[in-house]
């Protein structure tokens, strides 16, 4: 198909034609008129590879805009697609991805297959690092479809500072456009201080930092972002009920912050003994009577395990036809997950909580799980998902322009199981402002924000 040529009064933005997309597909994408396609690219063939200038028209009153030719375009505030991160895609040069990873193959003998497979097994490090690594490779494959090259390099951290001061200083990483790692934070904040180049992001994926250097890219959003998540999402429900902030002694400033914004809730703690130790228990007795019929809402702060056990164990004692009562917490950490957490309290007591991520476990007819068994014969773990999920977004938010444009960085994506939007601080540091809330449901988790 060939397109003539008219101009008008407009604004652009520059798109690539994709395989199996023709001239109604695109203009349906950008919500425009087909005539005002082919009106602002004269006598070009609509096929695969080809860029397109796609209108956006504005007032009359708007004075006429002069068209530049392609290749000097620039992409302006007023084209920013909000919806599809994708659809902003404007830089087709090759990218290049350094990624540090504590392998630590020094320690392997790969002369013992016997040696070789134990180390692996029970390796955490280690597998948690070839999870994330096969999650970027699922990434490349994924990102593959926008016929943009990317060379990735990847280093071996070795667990230790030595090595990575000596990676440091044998490789120049100011060639590359992104360094994603290392996981650990120690190792994550050594390798930020030492590659002091504002023009090459380095990459947190897996643990959060206290530094806030302008080369650094937090992607973990932050126990703030997710408290006032949870609290948001609190003072949204406009239900009528009771509500009850339980805390262990150590949490005590947390359950103050949430009685500022409840003043009406009643504050419980756990039990201190006669010698002034906090047992992070509580009694039947302590709780009896206290909840009303109909519904009760249980803010549950602590990072004891054995607290959560106990508390959640009192709570579903409570539970029956004429008494709800909804379980949540501002922080979920590994207290809330283990062998003595019964899942069924959970449900029972629709447990709310903030979370960086979402869960597909279970969801076997997924399709990227069904392409991670075929091309790994297994199931993906929350790393490997967090590999693709993170690679795959940086990747399109380089090949939109640079990663300091604010707006961009305003457009939310949403991948498996993360999704990403970047604020900026007022030290210049981009920080992850998106998180889910989460609910367990009918002994499920399901995402309800």
């Given at each position: ?384 998902i967090r590999g693709h999920d ?46 889910y809330i989460m609910k367990f ?9």
């Amino acid at each position: 198909m060939f397109v003539n040529y008219t101009q008008s009064q407009t604004d652009f933005i520059i798109h690539k034609v994709r395989k199996n997309q023709d001239i109604e597909i695109i203009a349906m994408i950008y919500e425009v008129d087909v005539n005002s396609i082919l009106k602002f690219n004269p006598n070009t063939e609509i096929k695969k590879g080809v860029k397109l200038k796609i209108p956006r028209i504005f007032n009359e009153s708007k004075e006429e805009l002069n068209i530049p030719e392609i290749q000097n375009i620039t992409k302006s505030e007023a084209n920013l697609n909000y919806e599809s991160l994708i659809e902003n895609i404007t830089d087709y040069k090759k990218k290049k991805i350094a990624v540090m990873l504590p392998f630590r193959t020094k320690n392997i003998n790969f002369d013992s297959i016997k040696d070789s497979r134990e180390i692996i097994k029970n390796d955490k490090l280690l597998n948690i690092s070839l999870d994330f690594l096969f999650g970027i490779e699922m990434a490349l494959d994924s990102f593959s479809k926008f016929e943009i090259d990317v060379e990735v390099k990847i280093f071996d951290t070795g667990a230790d500072k030595n090595i990575v001061h000596e990676l440091i200083n044998n490789n120049d990483f100011s060639n590359y456009d992104l360094i994603i790692g290392p996981l650990t934070n120690d190792a994550f904040n050594y390798v930020s201080r030492s590659i002091n180049n504002s023009n090459v992001k380095i990459v947190s994926p897996l643990s959060k930092t206290d530094l806030d250097n302008e080369n650094i890219i937090h992607t973990i959003p932050s126990d703030d972002l997710l408290f006032e998540k949870m609290i948001s999402y609190a003072k949204k429900d406009t239900i009528p009920s009771e509500k009850f902030i339980i805390a262990d002694s150590y949490n005590k400033i947390i359950s103050d912050k949430i009685k500022k914004i409840f003043p009406d809730a009643h504050q419980f703690f756990s039990r201190i003994n006669d010698s002034g130790i906090d047992t992070r228990t509580m009694v039947y007795d302590s709780l009896d009577s206290t909840f009303v019929k109909g519904r009760n809402m249980v803010f549950l702060e602590t990072k004891d395990q054995g607290f959560v056990s106990n508390i959640t164990s009192i709570l579903n004692s409570f539970v029956n036809d004429s008494t709800e009562i909804i379980l949540k917490t501002t922080n979920k950490n590994r207290a809330f997950e283990g062998v003595n957490i019964s899942n069924y309290y959970m449900s029972n007591l629709n447990f709310h909580y903030p979370s960086i991520n979402r869960s597909i476990v279970g969801n076997d007819q997924d399709e990227f799980i069904k392409k991670y068994n075929s091309r790994y014969n297994s199931f993906p773990t929350k790393y490997a998902i967090r590999g693709h999920d993170l690679v795959l977004d940086l990747l399109i938010r380089l090949s939109c322009g640079e990663l300091d444009n604010n707006n961009l960085n305003l457009v939310e994506s949403e991948y498996i199981e993360n999704k990403f939007k970047y604020v900026k601080d007022k030290n210049g540091v981009y920080k992850n402002s998106s998180a889910y809330i989460m609910k367990f449901e009918d002994l499920k988790l399901v995402e309800i924000e």
